[in-house]
């Protein structure tokens, strides 16, 4: 881009809400005249899509936004269709091709060149556009670079009035025109196989230089070839054939929503013979995954010729049809095929985004068919052609290699209206939902609508139905959000959208959405259309877990066809407030409101503009754990990716299915990465496909898991995350009678019992176990009179036998035997170790230590449980018991390790990894307590089981999506990473957390810094320690330990008391300086604090537990780490001066650099800063008190 004196490089992107400060500075008094004095950010905040232009500095150059309704605030936004079609001569503008200039600024230098870009830009970026309006007041100069760009509308004849403003128009022919699409010709070959060579060697090193050419002169009836021609020169190629496999694509995918990709009863073709359908069978599909290029919407594009020829062409043909569009989803077919397939294409990156002309060219040669269809590898990137297509949903095994997308003839009319719904409308929205789960919900809230515009508790209701050529093709209906404070302090809403810029009655929820599968591409469309006319901003749509009940009276939501199309919005960590401290201080009720627990999707007006990139690669996860999980969730909470082909593979299925049990929730020690609430508000279920089973056998070769039901997986990456798991002990076989001791036992070589078990032998690892052994001594076990051995000396034991003590059973019916202890106990706190002993004692539950498991029923295991005896180094042991718990250790499970052996996987106790996650398979990468880092990195005490499993999911995730992400920076495979050159392992952060109810009542809490497992004394000896605050060693109050280092940060919290604990607000505490605790070490140490418990219940702490604090003391650190001015050095920088010299301050460096501070500008802003954060946070935090309250 040039101006008189200069040029400049420029890129164009979507405007951030960042940019309204530089976008300020370019407004001018004509810009105030053109389109009146505005807010940016709320310009910003509601446009449909607006561009910015940067320069290589990143200085914003120039900006325009585009809205979905003209600059006129007397019209209505839902109604300016109505008021153009009456006053101007513009017959073939509708919403679907329509967008309004409404704000436009730019270098006045370079305005010209910024304004033909960002036109030429939105062109590109919206295929379905032609025209862009501009609204000029009566009288106005809109200068010379938009009157060079925008025409005058002329009035229509019948028009005879005066309007104040003056209506102008860019047509897309002048950007971004349409395609000519012909025949090709052998002459082609010369222009396109630069193309293919460009993108793809593959087709000329198989079938010879000039294939293209044989292929051309090859055509015959059932195969076609087409070119894109600009100029007289071919910039694109299509290759279509109208044999397709019906019945193969039919075994791999659902197409039933597609009829089977076959004729309708009744329907005849509008044009041409019918052909028989051909007896080759012969699947089509494109050759390589290299012939295709990722679209890229920003990039140059040339101007071509206009060419309008096919649209009216089209809308003969389809009347003939319409008559059967209702029943186009019912599956009815008379078993006829009617498609055809696109076996090659290719396009020139420059028109990539006009790939859509190709399409009306290639249904006019063969227009007998309905379908066109393309199957490509998972693995090539969507591309704009297929942006109009609907991809089909593959069966849940198939093992076909392609994805399958489909487009219907119907799909070029340019009629797709948007409109309220009316009584008329009710017979063609039955016949779209009637095949449908929810069809009666939806009608009866249809019919409400149509009765009263309102529910009977006066909920407003506003429904609109879509209609193609005047036939009801699908329906939606909304109503006004009224929970909307609750969402915004439960939901990171406020991560797509500025809260204040949205009025109340700006937020809609979605409760039904259905379309009909041949328009699934105006999907976005026609949720783009219902805020407009609905006069909406946002909308909302949950989703309740399936174990979920509509309680009476209460409004169900139907499973909507927009899913893909809406954004999953993270729910936030809530506040623990101690509600009888506060009284009237603290939040209101709709905040504070016990709801049953959701999952949340959004749209916004930004959105509606905004494509997703669409990654088809299967990625098979093998293994729920907590890893697993915070993988998969990584992945499907990035807003701008569309993963569709995740797999997870696992025993029991997902966690967090079964309806909410407090005592199942308890069963287990939990790591507080996942609560049941938050399986709820993830919805992982919704985005994923799930297989129960184990795996059984990797074939690395062909890339398939072989699960224990039987069933194959492909997989493009496979995810390895199975942890390890409690297993069944082996016994020695020691004979007890003989009085032998376990040092004179032959320790059994094998690691894995493989005989027969008793009946009631438990080994529990997951959600499902538990609920397995609650129902079995919730059942008859808990009237007999057996006794239940839990055998372990692992947290878990212990939590099992609290378990088994709240399920009711007495402590005289419980037996613990733990095996010989080694050095360090599962507390690794003295204190702990004896209370935990002391409850046990009190509860009657005999405890046995150091003890080896012999035998089962003396050796009779077919026989049902009835003894379990066991050897130490002196008297053996020999208990009755009717139900025996396995928490001896945990180890790799048998059949995982097995398939990992047997694939060649290097396995050295555990699976090897490096520090990226690889295995020695490109294709396979592992991570949790399953693997172990190389040896080369001399870390064999170091594994993932001593880091937070969250965060390792987190890395994990985000070392793939490097593969996929189009908006991270590129990293080759084969390029070492700086951790890598180093022989560097991973530096984990987060810390590692655990929670669990022990016997006696006590609630356990312990977080710490990620280490490795040494004795407490041990490590309190070390000289950079720092020192320990304690309080409450009596039982009554509570014992709460904190070790705070040696940098005064807290580094461990470890918390045993019979209140109720607020874990989630204790969490909070780690790595925060006692500092930011009100000056908690000189409080303790004048002894002001003598109960940590009721101090972290203060109010003065909860701004402390609020989920965006980290983020605030972010910001601070920004402002200490920047410098005032070029030659003023930042206080970050004078501290480091002072620690290079010395590592410890003396009391003077700190009083000088107190003064720096309290001089510097530094202190005012993060004054406002913390006054800014209280005050956006206030609907959480509104107990503290603000400037002029006092």
Known sequence: MTSNSSQEVIQARRTESLD???????????????????????????????????????????HAAFFDYPNLPSLDPGKWEEWFHTKYDCKKCSPLNTLFMNYFVAKADFAY????????????????????????????????????????????????????????????????????????????????????????????????????????????????????????????FMSVCSKVDVELLSSCFDLKPFNGLQKLQGQTPALGPEKAPSPEREPRVTPSDEQVQRTSPLEERTETPKDSAKQDKV??????????????SKGATDGEPSAFCIQLFCIDEKYET?????????????????????TMPHLVPEFPLLQSFVRVTPRKYSTLSQELYVFHRWGLIESFQVSPCTSADTEGIQSVVSQLNGADIIMQDVQQYNNDRRDPDGTEIQCFVAKSLDQVVGVALLRRE?????????????????????????????????????FQQYSKHFLKEVLRLAHKSCLYYPVCPRYTETKPGSKPHTTVTALNDLVPIRARRQIIYPLDQLGGNAPSERILANKEPFALTHLNRKLTLEPKVTINARIVVVGASDVGISFLETLLFCPHLRFNNLTLVS???????????????????????????????MALETWIKVVEGKVMALDRTNKVVKVSEGAFIPYDYLILCTGQQFQVPVPTGADISTLVTTSEVTIPQVSRYTGPLPSSVFTVNTEKDCENVLSFIRGEFLTGEGKALVYGNTLDAFVMVQTLLAAGLPGSRVVLVQPPVSLLTCFNNPFIDDAVSAALHECGVACHVGFTLAQWNDGKVDQPLSRATFTSENKPLSVDCEAFFCFQSKKVDHDAFKAINDSCLVFDGRL????????????????GPLTKFQRRYHAESWTHGNFNSKEVGEELAQSLLTLFDPTLDAMLL?????????????????????????????????????????????HMVQPEYGRELITGKDHEQGYFRLHVNQHRSIETITCCTRQGLDTSNLVCLYALHERYLNNLLQRFDEGLIDDFYSFFRESWCLAVFHDRFKDFRDEIRELLVAKPSADVPSLEEKVRKMIDEDLVLTKDQRRVLSDSYMASSARKAIEQRLLGFLSYNSNHLPMYAKPGMV
């Open 315 to 328: 809308e003969e043909q389809v009347p003939a049809h319409s008559a059967s569009l209702s029943r186009a």
């Open 974 to 1018: 084969d390029t070492e990473t700086p951790r890598e050159q180093h022989l560097l392992i991973p530096i984990y952060t987060k810390p590692k957390t655990v929670s669990a109810m022990l016997p006696g009542g006590y609630n356990y809490l312990q977080v710490g810094k990620p280490s490795l497992n040494i004795p407490l004394d041990a």
């Open 651 to 681: 025993t029991h299925g997902l966690p967090g299915q079964l309806p909410p049990d407090e005592l199942r929730s308890k069963c287990l020690p939990s790591s507080l990465c996942y609560s049941q609430d938050d399986f709820t508000h």
């Open 354 to 374: 006009r790939s859509i002309d190709f399409l009306p060219a290639v249904f006019d040669l063969f227009p007998e068919k309905d379908y066109c269809i393309l």
């Open 912 to 927: 090897v990894i490096d520090a990226d996650f690889h295995t020695n398979d490109p294709c396979i990468r592992a991570a």
């Open 482 to 518: 009224e929970d909307i404070e609750y969402i915004r302090s439960h939901f990171n809403i406020e991560d797509f959208i500025y809260f204040n810029h949205h009025k109340r009655d700006e937020h809609g929820r979605l409760f039904h959405f259905a379309l009909n599968p041949v």
């Open 113 to 236: 060149g910024c304004a033909t870009e960002i036109i030429r830009t939105v062109f590109n970026a919206v295929p379905a556009l032609h025209y862009i309006f501009l609204i000029v007041p009566r009288g106005v100069e809109t200068g010379p670079v938009l009157t060079e760009l925008f025409k005058p509308v002329a009035f229509k004849e019948s028009f005879s009035g005066r309007l104040s403003i003056e209506l102008q128009v860019c047509h897309r022919h002048d950007h971004s025109a349409k395609l000519h699409i012909r025949p090709a010709r052998v002459e082609d070959h010369d222009d396109l196989t630069p193309i293919f060579n460009r993108q793809s060697d593959v087709l000329t090193s198989t079938y010879g230089d000039f294939f293209l050419a044989e292929l051309i002169e090859a055509q015959d009836e059932d195969n076609k070839c087409v070119v894109a021609d600009v100029k007289g020169t071919a910039v694109g």
């Open 20 to 62: 309204a400060p530089e976008i300020l500075k370019l407004v001018s008094a004509t810009t105030e005249k053109l389109f009146g004095r505005v807010n940016v950010v709320n310009v910003i905040e509601k446009a449909s899509l607006a561009v910015t232009l940067v320069n290589a500095n990143n200085d914003v150059m120039g």
